[in-house]
Structures are given as C-alpha cells and as structure tokens.
C-alpha cells in the first residue's frame, strides 16, 4: 500500500477508534495511532485469523485498521492509568 493510502486509512482508523473509545487525541496522534493500528490489526488478520489484510483504501482495510487502532488505544490506556475504572486518586 502507498505510503498516502496509509495516512488516509490511518486517519479514517484512528478518528473512528477515538470516537469508539471516547478519547480525545489531537490530529497527529490520531493518524499515528490509526496507523500503528492497521500494522496491529493488518497483522493479526492475515497470521492469526488468516484471513484479510490492510492492502487499499476499502472497507475491509478500514474495519481491520479500526480494530487494531481500538487494541492499540485500549492498552495504551490500560498501560498509563487510564483504563482502570473505579479507582480515582484524591
């Protein structure tokens, strides 16, 4: 895939993730973390599941990046605190 069908992939990945999960990243981190997602899910779909990948700018592309950018965004929270529900610091 080009390195500008990524970026776009990336971006529509991570503003969904971001509206899934409730975060609020700025631009940059969003485009990053869409990206890092469809490596994560891109990878996972084609040797664990052995099935699709992250080829194009299509629908199948943007599910399996959007699924990898949630991953990425659920343990990048869960690793800096901010998962953990329940507990609040005073």
Do not use: H
């Not at 631009?27 to 040797?47: D, Q, S």
């Not at 299509?58 to 659920?74: D, M, P």
């Amino acid at each position: 895939m080009g390195f500008i069908a990524w970026i776009v992939v990336g971006a529509i990945a991570g503003f969904i993730a971001n509206q899934i999960m409730g975060s609020r990243e700025g631009l940059i981190m969003m485009v990053i973390l869409g990206i890092v997602g469809g490596l994560v899910g891109g990878w996972l779909a084609a040797n664990v599941f052995k099935m699709g990948s992250v080829d194009g700018i299509n629908i199948e592309s943007i599910f399996i990046a959007t699924l990898g950018a949630i991953l990425v965004v659920f343990i990048a929270n869960f690793a800096t605190g901010k998962g953990r529900m329940g507990r609040r610091m005073s």
